[in-house]
């Protein structure tokens, strides 16, 4: 059974920078896994959370939603099993948890997320 375990949330001011870690065990295919975060902000649902970055197997793929282009960079390490979100200049709109996913074929392994506040 793969699990997916987030850290490094915590409560931030505004032009802050934090940096969230995953880490994946439970397979030796974390190189086969696109991985992505995602964020759920106060008030929303599970199923409207909001893809924050993806990152492909290899790591030479990424995607960022708009509000965070310039802002965050996501990132891999396949010989740890790891991935990393870099938030910089954050703003209170970036609020919520954030979750970690893995994704192969039908499959999505969740985290259970990682409270990321963002004081004014």
């Known amino acids: 059974q793969v699990q997916v375990e987030e850290s490094g949330g915590g409560l931030v001011q505004a032009g802050d920078s934090v940096m969230l870690s995953c880490v994946v065990s439970?397979?030796?295919?974390?190189?086969?896994?696109?991985m992505g975060w995602f964020r759920q902000v106060p008030g929303k649902e599970r199923e409207e959370r909001e893809c924050?970055?993806?990152?492909?197997?290899?790591?030479?793929?990424?995607y960022y939603t708009d509000s965070v282009k310039g802002r965050f960079t996501i990132s891999r390490d396949n010989a740890k099993n790891m991935v990393y979100l870099q938030m910089d200049n954050l703003e209170p709109d970036d609020t919520g948890v954030y979750y970690c996913?893995?994704?192969?074929?039908?499959?999505?392994?969740w985290g259970q997320g990682t409270q990321v506040t963002v004081s004014s």
């Open positions: 924050v970055a993806t990152i492909n197997y290899s790591g030479d793929t990424t």
């Open positions: 439970g397979r030796r295919t974390f190189d086969k896994y696109a």
């Open positions: 996913a893995a994704h192969r074929g039908p499959n999505n392994y």
